[in-house]
């Protein structure tokens, strides 16, 4: 059987193969006891139900999927119907959401081409970009207005077979990452999509072939017109998906990095890393880590350690040329490249007051006497900050790292040894902030007269 695809489409005519399900390894025991629910709900209602994406090519490489997304001609509204825990969402595309608890199963139904205007409706920008999309097709045209081959694969839950649209099987066991359809045509529809591209590579350990990568570099100006909350997702999904520091070795590779985090490009170097280029790899490097070993991370530590260099950098010019005090310098640069930064990734409020707390307990962990030390330690992000010294240490060396050892040694000590500590500070340690005691007066000596 052979699907004609659009005329933007380089790929032409192609084979849909049908895998029964003697023919490949996914089996109902892996997918969700939610997402069975609603794929069997909408086959007794008389509607086709599809597993769709991600979730198909996961579970064909034996992942276990994070998501489970079905697709369906039912439209939205016929959804709702169905599914009292529905909520529609969407302006784009309309999606159903079927709520079971935490777990959220998305429903779209499949979408058409947005060339055919009696078709719902669909909006592009001046340069191709899709703006509103509400338009609905069939199957075929759904594998169509899929972005890559290894995502235009659907699990028919009727029989338990694959419908693969565009070779993705093909690509999926020779590891190649391949767009469908005419790539630049593709990434000026959706420019995230070059960001999506550079994802599944370094997720998956994949290739990207050259006609999907070639227009990357040129193209890469898009993003500029992509929201910046859209933006923001996509930097969690690709810089704290346990392969943070591969993605970002391919983020510069294609010139994609400087248009997320425009602030921490401009002081990369060519010759020898810089110290922004050192804290962006051992802070990726501590997360994929932490992912590795089941622990939680936060997104405002990974930006704060990010965009230091460039809040140093910044500080130190408004310290030159208008003479502020360090202080107050770090405190208008702090404001200066977050609300510069919210410009491209739209960090959310909760996460730049955390991102400030970890920049200025940089300052306060160098003043540690009398009971400074004992207060600091007892402060709730008190870790993060600490955490981040350590990573500055291992840039910066020197001062800072002695600083770091200082209270790595605090930490772990009894209370009678960070006594000692810091009155040791007091008597001639260097503490870097230890207020100097004015020697006592002499009292004049009496006399008899």
Known sequence: MTSDFDSNNSVGKI??????RDKHNISREHISENALKVLYRLQKAGYDAFLVGGGVRDLLLDKSPKDFDIATNATPEQIKQLFRNCRLIGRRFRLAHIIFGRDIIEVATFRGHHQEPEKQTAVQSDEGMLLRDNVYGSIDEDAERRDFTINAMYYNIADYSIHDYANGMQDL???????????????????????RAIRFA???DMDISFETADPINYLAPLL????????????????????????????????????LFPQVAELFTEEENSKAELMIELVLESTDQRIAEGKRVNP??????????????YAARLMAEQGMSEYDAMMVAGNHILDEQVRSTAIPRRHTATIREVWQLQSRLERRSGKRAFRLLELNKFRAGFDFLEMRGEVEQGDTQKLAQWWHTFQHSGRNMRQAMVNDLASGGKSGSARRRRPAKKKPKKTNS
């Open 173 to 195: 066991n020779e590891g190649m990452v391949r767009l469908i359809g005419d790539a630049e045509v593709r990434y000026r529809e959706d420019p995230v999509r070059m960001l």
């Open 300 to 313: 405002a530590f990974m930006f704060a350690a990010m965009l230091w260099y460039p809040l140093e950098a």
């Open 15 to 20: 084979d849909l193969t049908i895998y029964p």
């Open 202 to 204: 370094s997720k998956l």
């Open 224 to 259: 500029q017109g992509i929201p910046a909350a859209r933006l923001y997702e996509e930097s969690l999904k690709l810089l704290q998906s346990g392969h943070g520091l591969d993605t970002y070795d391919l983020l510069r590779e294609f010139g994609l990095f400087e248009h």
